[in-house]
């Protein structure tokens, strides 16, 4: 498979070079040529199949010219080792939960992919990188965990000082080696901006080969379509799901719908935001228009301009109207999600985390006829399932108080507090960055 910048002012790579520049030359994401199609039967017979053998079958069209078979299977096997379980919530709506991981957050797989997409392709020690990634708090934790040990790759995290929760601070400040973080006096879009700075710095970029660990990194992106496949393998009804995708950068979801234009059956996509509406907006005006990103409760989806879009409206050739009959969204506030949180665990006894309760209130109204969901291909009801993101215990405060209640740490996790963080304090200059990278 080769690879072509959506912007098109940029050869052709292949997937090894399209992981290691992470973005093209002329600023474009990368994308395959074309959307492989799954074996025939392979549908079918997907419930016989190993995580890995799906892992494996999905991933092999995409990085065939760059990975050998039984490296693909090793990477697979590394990155998928836990599981994917999908749980009832009630009679129409599950949660696919995808905090099973080291990191209790979805990008666990993405982040281990990706990490050993790169061990590899350095095997030689001729091109060491350095990732270089800004966190609000849950990618930070899973970088730092799947890139912990590779072998020529440094990776450098930047997290607003005092805006991520306890757990995820942990996370990404107690490992050593290779990890570094940067706690920075400062909001994420600070940190975002200080990155986004460095990779156009022309004297950082002649002593440091740099990488993003973000979804715009093909290695990254594209294993996010195993989860739709795991959650199939455990759909029992005999419609297609409605899935439901709590969106901010709108990689995961647009992994997704890579999966369905390969050939996973998918009723509709919900893309559900909190008040970071430009997508919302957009599939009901035509219009696209980015805005400043706004805090909310569900931190990791406060995404102003969402990278990821242009590659969704590529998969439906840019054709705004078929794009709209797969795909809809619906915006929900911070009082919602806090509320959805309370009732869902009143009246199911299942605790969401912020970013979950987000996409269970978007399928709960999708489903509900009097609901002010815009109309939408006149299809209502069924049965779906949410993507639940991460743990509730990485958003104690605001999980606690709408449950009234502790939440339990799992035992993945009750080893970091014991731990001790370890990070470099620095103030959101630009300046102050660049020195202490170029001393480093
Ligand atoms: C990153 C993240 C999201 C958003 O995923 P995108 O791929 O950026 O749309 C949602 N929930 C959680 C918990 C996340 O960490």
Redo the contacts with the bound molecule.
């Keep these: 498979m080769k690879y072509y910048s959506l912007n098109k002012q940029s050869p052709i790579v292949t997937f090894e070079q399209a992981t290691v520049k992470g973005q093209a030359p002329d600023k474009g994401l990368y994308f395959p040529e074309n959307i492989p199609q799954l074996p025939k039967g392979f549908i079918e017979n997907l419930k016989q199949y190993s995580k890995e053998e799906i892992g494996v079958t999905v991933m092999q069209p995409y990085v065939a010219d760059s990975l050998p078979n039984v490296e693909l299977h090793r990477i697979v096997a590394e990155t998928v080792n836990f599981n994917f379980p999908l749980v009832k919530i009630n009679e129409s709506i599950y949660s696919l939960e995808l905090f099973h991981g080291p990191t209790l957050?979805?990008?666990d797989v993405g982040a281990r992919f990706m990490s050993r997409c790169l061990g590899y392709f350095n095997r030689n020690n001729n091109q060491k990188v350095t990732v270089l990634v800004a966190t609000s708090?849950?990618?930070g934790g899973a970088v730092a965990n799947g890139f912990l040990g590779v072998e020529g790759v440094e990776v450098i995290i930047l997290y607003p000082s005092g805006k991520v929760s306890p757990v995820q601070e942990l996370q990404l400040t107690t490992l050593g080696q290779n990890i570094t973080a940067l706690e920075v006096q400062g909001n994420f879009d600070d940190c975002q901006a200080i990155v986004k700075q460095a990779f156009m710095d022309v004297d950082i970029n002649a002593k440091l080969s740099l990488t993003s660990a973000n979804?715009i990194n093909v290695a990254r992106w594209l294993p996010q379509q195993l989860y739709y496949f795991y959650a199939h393998q455990q759909w029992q009804q005999n419609d297609a799901p409605v899935v439901c995708?709590?969106?901010?950068?709108?990689?995961?979801?647009c992994a997704g719908m890579m999966a369905f234009a390969s050939g996973l059956p998918v009723a509709n996509f919900i893309a559900a935001c909190n008040s970071n509406d430009v997508v919302t907006n957009y599939l009901q005006t035509e219009q696209y228009s980015p805005k400043q990103a706004v805090a909310t409760v569900?931190n990791?989806?406060d995404?102003g301009n969402?990278s990821?879009f242009v590659r969704i409206q590529q998969i439906f050739n840019n054709e705004f109207s078929s794009l709209k009959n797969k795909l809809s969204s619906i915006s929900i506030s911070d009082e919602t999600t806090k509320q959805t949180i309370t009732e869902v665990y009143k009246n199911y006894n299942y605790t969401l985390?912020p970013?979950g309760a987000v996409a269970f209130n978007a399928l709960e109204n999708y489903f509900n006829e009097d609901s002010q969901f815009p109309p939408f291909g006149g299809v209502r009801g069924g049965c779906g399932y949410i993507l639940e993101?991460?743990h509730p215990v990485k958003f104690p405060d605001v999980v606690e108080e709408a449950i009234g209640k502790k939440i339990e740490v799992p035992e993945e996790v009750k080893y970091l507090f014991n731990k001790t963080k370890k990070s470099t304090l620095l103030s959101s200059n630009y300046n102050d960055f660049k020195e202490w990278l170029m001393n480093k």
């Design positions: 957050a979805f990008k708090g849950d990618t979804s995708v709590p969106s901010g950068n709108f990689g995961n979801i569900s990791a989806m995404v969402p990821n985390d970013h993101t991460a």
